[in-house]
């Protein structure tokens, strides 16, 4: 259903969010990251839905590069600006 592949993301102020990380879920499961305050929970899950295409490694949904745009993903900020 989604796979995540190797997905690092260095920033151009040269900081590494995180380590590659990969991982795959299946249909209907319900997934949750967790983790300390600024390990890059928000800047992976921008990275899946596509709002962030600057990571290193491979995000797929459906079989589709979300490089390529998907349309099944939905966003709730934390914060509304
Ligand atoms: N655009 C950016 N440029 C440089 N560093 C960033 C940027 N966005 C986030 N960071 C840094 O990346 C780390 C991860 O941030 P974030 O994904 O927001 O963490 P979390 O959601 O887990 O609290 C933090 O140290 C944050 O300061
Ligand atoms: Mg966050």
Excluded: W
């Excluded at 920033?11 to 995180?18: E, R, T």
């Excluded at 967790?34 to 890059?40: A, D, F, I, Y």
């Excluded at 590069?65 to 099944?72: A, E, F, L």
């Amino acid at each position: 259903m989604l796979a995540v592949q190797k997905v690092s993301r260095t920033f151009d102020n040269g900081y590494k969010a995180f380590k590659p990380v990969s991982f795959h879920t299946e249909q209907s499961e319900i997934v949750g990251i967790l983790g300390t305050s600024g390990c890059g929970k928000s800047t992976l899950l921008r990275a899946i839905a596509g709002l962030d295409l600057g990571f290193d490694g491979e995000i797929s949904f459906q079989e589709q590069s979300v490089r390529i745009g998907t349309d099944h993903t939905g966003v709730v900020f934390q914060e509304p600006d």
